[in-house]
T-cell receptor, first 109, second 114 residues
Protein backbone atom coordinates (compact mmCIF):
# COMPACT_ATOMS: atom_id res chain seq x y z
CA UNK A 1 0.00 0.00 0.00
CA UNK A 2 0.93 3.61 0.21
CA UNK A 3 0.76 6.01 3.10
CA UNK A 4 1.91 9.58 3.63
CA UNK A 5 1.82 11.30 7.00
CA UNK A 6 2.18 14.96 7.92
CA UNK A 7 1.25 16.89 11.06
CA UNK A 8 -2.23 18.34 10.75
CA UNK A 9 -1.49 21.79 12.08
CA UNK A 10 1.49 23.89 13.12
CA UNK A 11 1.84 27.38 14.53
CA UNK A 12 4.90 29.60 14.41
CA UNK A 13 5.84 33.24 14.94
CA UNK A 14 6.73 35.75 12.26
CA UNK A 15 10.49 35.76 11.65
CA UNK A 16 10.98 32.27 13.10
CA UNK A 17 11.97 28.99 11.43
CA UNK A 18 9.58 26.07 11.08
CA UNK A 19 10.13 22.50 9.89
CA UNK A 20 7.27 20.51 8.43
CA UNK A 21 7.86 16.76 8.35
CA UNK A 22 6.55 14.19 5.92
CA UNK A 23 6.94 10.42 6.18
CA UNK A 24 5.91 8.06 3.45
CA UNK A 25 5.60 4.39 2.60
CA UNK A 26 5.12 3.67 -1.06
CA UNK A 27 6.32 1.47 -3.87
CA UNK A 28 7.80 2.81 -7.06
CA UNK A 29 9.12 6.00 -5.46
CA UNK A 30 10.42 8.44 -8.06
CA UNK A 31 10.59 11.73 -6.21
CA UNK A 32 8.92 13.99 -3.68
CA UNK A 33 7.24 17.34 -4.17
CA UNK A 34 6.20 20.05 -1.77
CA UNK A 35 3.31 22.33 -2.65
CA UNK A 36 1.87 25.39 -0.95
CA UNK A 37 -1.86 25.96 -0.97
CA UNK A 38 -3.50 29.12 0.32
CA UNK A 39 -7.11 28.83 1.37
CA UNK A 40 -9.41 28.84 -1.63
CA UNK A 41 -6.56 28.66 -4.11
CA UNK A 42 -4.84 25.96 -6.15
CA UNK A 43 -1.61 24.33 -4.94
CA UNK A 44 1.60 25.89 -6.20
CA UNK A 45 4.97 24.17 -6.58
CA UNK A 46 7.64 24.80 -3.94
CA UNK A 47 10.30 22.12 -4.35
CA UNK A 48 11.23 18.73 -5.73
CA UNK A 49 13.66 16.15 -4.32
CA UNK A 50 14.73 12.97 -6.04
CA UNK A 51 18.12 12.36 -4.42
CA UNK A 52 18.98 12.33 -0.74
CA UNK A 53 19.98 15.66 0.68
CA UNK A 54 18.95 19.24 1.00
CA UNK A 55 17.61 21.46 -1.78
CA UNK A 56 17.65 25.16 -0.98
CA UNK A 57 15.57 27.79 -2.71
CA UNK A 58 15.55 31.15 -1.00
CA UNK A 59 13.73 31.02 2.32
CA UNK A 60 12.51 27.49 1.60
CA UNK A 61 14.56 24.29 1.78
CA UNK A 62 13.51 20.69 1.38
CA UNK A 63 15.29 17.56 2.57
CA UNK A 64 14.88 13.96 1.51
CA UNK A 65 16.06 10.63 2.91
CA UNK A 66 14.92 7.84 0.60
CA UNK A 67 16.16 5.08 2.91
CA UNK A 68 14.11 6.45 5.80
CA UNK A 69 11.05 7.45 3.77
CA UNK A 70 11.32 10.91 5.23
CA UNK A 71 11.28 14.48 4.00
CA UNK A 72 10.95 17.88 5.56
CA UNK A 73 10.24 21.40 4.37
CA UNK A 74 12.11 24.15 6.19
CA UNK A 75 10.74 27.68 6.10
CA UNK A 76 13.02 30.45 7.35
CA UNK A 77 12.26 34.08 8.25
CA UNK A 78 8.57 33.33 8.37
CA UNK A 79 6.21 35.93 7.00
CA UNK A 80 2.48 36.31 7.53
CA UNK A 81 1.89 35.36 3.89
CA UNK A 82 3.41 31.94 4.60
CA UNK A 83 0.21 31.00 6.44
CA UNK A 84 -1.10 28.23 4.20
CA UNK A 85 -1.37 24.47 3.87
CA UNK A 86 1.76 22.61 2.82
CA UNK A 87 1.29 19.41 0.89
CA UNK A 88 3.85 16.67 0.57
CA UNK A 89 3.38 14.56 -2.58
CA UNK A 90 5.15 11.40 -3.67
CA UNK A 91 5.69 10.89 -7.37
CA UNK A 92 5.60 7.24 -8.32
CA UNK A 93 6.90 5.70 -11.52
CA UNK A 94 4.38 6.26 -14.26
CA UNK A 95 3.60 9.72 -12.90
CA UNK A 96 1.07 8.71 -10.31
CA UNK A 97 1.06 11.30 -7.56
CA UNK A 98 0.02 10.53 -4.00
CA UNK A 99 -0.56 13.54 -1.77
CA UNK A 100 -0.28 13.72 1.98
CA UNK A 101 -3.12 15.20 4.05
CA UNK A 102 -1.39 18.57 4.24
CA UNK A 103 -0.12 20.64 7.16
CA UNK A 104 -1.94 23.85 7.96
CA UNK A 105 0.62 26.43 9.07
CA UNK A 106 -0.46 29.52 10.95
CA UNK A 107 2.07 32.34 11.27
CA UNK A 108 1.37 34.66 14.17
CA UNK A 109 2.65 38.24 14.56
CA UNK B 1 2.07 31.74 -21.22
CA UNK B 2 -1.47 31.18 -19.98
CA UNK B 3 -1.92 28.89 -17.00
CA UNK B 4 -4.20 25.92 -16.55
CA UNK B 5 -7.84 26.88 -16.90
CA UNK B 6 -10.86 25.04 -15.61
CA UNK B 7 -14.53 25.58 -16.34
CA UNK B 8 -16.89 26.09 -14.77
CA UNK B 9 -15.47 27.48 -11.54
CA UNK B 10 -18.58 26.73 -9.52
CA UNK B 11 -21.36 24.23 -10.05
CA UNK B 12 -24.43 23.19 -8.11
CA UNK B 13 -26.16 19.93 -8.95
CA UNK B 14 -28.65 17.59 -7.30
CA UNK B 15 -28.27 13.93 -6.47
CA UNK B 16 -28.62 11.62 -9.43
CA UNK B 17 -27.56 14.19 -12.01
CA UNK B 18 -24.39 14.01 -14.01
CA UNK B 19 -21.72 16.66 -14.52
CA UNK B 20 -18.88 17.37 -16.95
CA UNK B 21 -15.88 19.46 -15.98
CA UNK B 22 -13.35 20.85 -18.41
CA UNK B 23 -9.63 21.52 -18.16
CA UNK B 24 -7.30 23.27 -20.61
CA UNK B 25 -3.64 22.61 -19.83
CA UNK B 26 -0.72 24.95 -20.35
CA UNK B 27 0.18 25.14 -24.00
CA UNK B 28 2.60 22.34 -24.88
CA UNK B 29 1.75 20.23 -21.84
CA UNK B 30 0.57 16.76 -22.78
CA UNK B 31 -0.15 15.27 -19.40
CA UNK B 32 -3.30 16.13 -17.48
CA UNK B 33 -4.19 14.78 -14.06
CA UNK B 34 -7.41 15.18 -12.10
CA UNK B 35 -7.76 15.33 -8.33
CA UNK B 36 -10.60 15.55 -5.85
CA UNK B 37 -9.99 17.66 -2.76
CA UNK B 38 -12.20 17.51 0.31
CA UNK B 39 -11.54 18.73 3.88
CA UNK B 40 -11.69 15.19 5.22
CA UNK B 41 -9.73 13.28 2.57
CA UNK B 42 -7.32 15.87 1.25
CA UNK B 43 -6.13 15.70 -2.36
CA UNK B 44 -6.94 12.36 -3.96
CA UNK B 45 -5.79 11.29 -7.40
CA UNK B 46 -8.55 10.48 -9.87
CA UNK B 47 -6.78 9.76 -13.15
CA UNK B 48 -4.07 10.94 -15.50
CA UNK B 49 -4.13 11.28 -19.25
CA UNK B 50 -1.24 11.53 -21.66
CA UNK B 51 -1.66 11.82 -25.41
CA UNK B 52 -5.36 10.95 -25.21
CA UNK B 53 -4.72 7.77 -23.23
CA UNK B 54 -5.55 7.14 -19.60
CA UNK B 55 -2.23 6.18 -18.01
CA UNK B 56 -3.13 5.97 -14.34
CA UNK B 57 -6.30 5.66 -12.35
CA UNK B 58 -7.00 6.19 -8.67
CA UNK B 59 -9.40 4.32 -6.44
CA UNK B 60 -12.66 5.93 -7.47
CA UNK B 61 -15.85 4.20 -8.65
CA UNK B 62 -16.71 3.86 -12.31
CA UNK B 63 -19.08 6.83 -12.02
CA UNK B 64 -15.95 8.95 -12.43
CA UNK B 65 -14.59 8.96 -15.95
CA UNK B 66 -12.53 11.19 -18.15
CA UNK B 67 -11.06 11.71 -21.54
CA UNK B 68 -8.45 13.78 -23.31
CA UNK B 69 -8.66 15.34 -26.72
CA UNK B 70 -6.01 15.70 -29.39
CA UNK B 71 -5.32 19.28 -28.28
CA UNK B 72 -4.61 17.93 -24.74
CA UNK B 73 -7.75 19.50 -23.29
CA UNK B 74 -9.41 17.12 -20.87
CA UNK B 75 -12.85 16.53 -19.46
CA UNK B 76 -14.00 14.54 -16.50
CA UNK B 77 -17.52 13.28 -16.00
CA UNK B 78 -19.29 12.19 -12.87
CA UNK B 79 -22.56 10.34 -13.31
CA UNK B 80 -25.31 9.65 -10.79
CA UNK B 81 -24.02 12.30 -8.41
CA UNK B 82 -23.97 11.60 -4.68
CA UNK B 83 -23.79 14.06 -1.79
CA UNK B 84 -20.27 12.86 -1.07
CA UNK B 85 -19.11 14.03 -4.48
CA UNK B 86 -19.23 17.62 -3.26
CA UNK B 87 -15.62 18.73 -3.48
CA UNK B 88 -13.07 20.89 -5.23
CA UNK B 89 -11.95 19.20 -8.44
CA UNK B 90 -8.47 20.19 -9.50
CA UNK B 91 -6.79 19.64 -12.80
CA UNK B 92 -3.01 19.73 -13.16
CA UNK B 93 -0.88 19.67 -16.28
CA UNK B 94 2.75 18.81 -16.81
CA UNK B 95 5.10 18.75 -19.75
CA UNK B 96 6.03 15.09 -19.94
CA UNK B 97 5.01 11.80 -18.49
CA UNK B 98 7.46 10.37 -15.99
CA UNK B 99 10.59 11.93 -14.57
CA UNK B 100 10.65 15.03 -12.41
CA UNK B 101 7.50 16.64 -13.69
CA UNK B 102 6.27 19.68 -11.87
CA UNK B 103 2.52 19.83 -11.99
CA UNK B 104 0.78 23.12 -12.56
CA UNK B 105 -2.67 23.28 -11.03
CA UNK B 106 -5.72 25.06 -12.30
CA UNK B 107 -7.99 27.07 -9.98
CA UNK B 108 -10.41 24.16 -9.63
CA UNK B 109 -14.11 23.60 -10.04
CA UNK B 110 -16.08 23.65 -6.81
CA UNK B 111 -18.94 21.18 -7.13
CA UNK B 112 -21.80 21.19 -4.65
CA UNK B 113 -24.28 18.33 -4.74
CA UNK B 114 -27.60 18.99 -3.02
Amino acid sequence: GQNIDQPTEMTATEGAIVQINCTYQTSGFNGLFWYQQHAGEAPTFLSYNVLDGLEEKGRFSSFLSRSKGYSYLLLKELQMKDSASYLCAVERYGQNFVFGPGTRLSVLP
Amino acid sequence: KAGVTQTPRYLIKTRGQQVTLSCSPISGHRSVSWYQQTPGQGLQFLFEYFSETQRNKGNFPGRFSGRQFSNSRSEMNVSTLELGDSALYLCASSLHQGGSNEQFFGPGTRLTVL
